[in-house]
């Protein structure tokens, strides 16, 4: 089960970063919750529809987005993605790079939540899998 985990969680980046949003939501619970614990408004954002305005709401100001995955780990029911995420603000040609993590949490072959952390190291502890 952890390696179709794994791989639902690669689809969803895969189609975040073909802009297909519809095919990014396919595999997410209906109550699905979603929160950034660091944010101005950290949620969490509960339910599939309310979850994906605020992404949306997320990425309104930026021309580019992009998710690069550079490790996925799974621990039990758990997807911890380490990423570098690419943005181009609108109307400028500045690109601005960050490295972050995100936990996802999946049963039975559905995201019921993912936490987004400034940082792979905090990804990582809130997943239990700190080094």
């Known amino acids: 089960m952890s390696q179709e985990n794994v791989e639902i969680v690669r689809a969803a980046y895969d189609a975040f970063n073909r802009g297909d949003r519809d095919a990014a939501f396919r595999d997410m619970h209906p109550d699905f919750e979603f ?8 949620g969490p954002h ?6 994906r305005a605020r992404m949306e709401d997320g990425v309104a100001a930026y021309e580019a987005v992009s998710y690069d995955l550079d490790d996925l780990r799974e621990s039990g029911e758990q997807v911890v993605a380490v990423i570098r995420v690419r943005v181009r603000p609108k109307g400028t040609t500045a690109e601005i790079e960050n490295h972050v993590g995100h936990v996802w949490t999946l049963r039975d072959g559905k995201a019921v939540s993912l936490h987004l952390f400034p940082n792979r190291e905090q990804a990582l502890e809130a997943a239990g899998l700190s080094e």
């Open 35 to 42: 929160a950034m614990p660091h944010a101005p408004s950290p």
């Open 46 to 51: 509960r339910g599939r529809k309310e979850a």
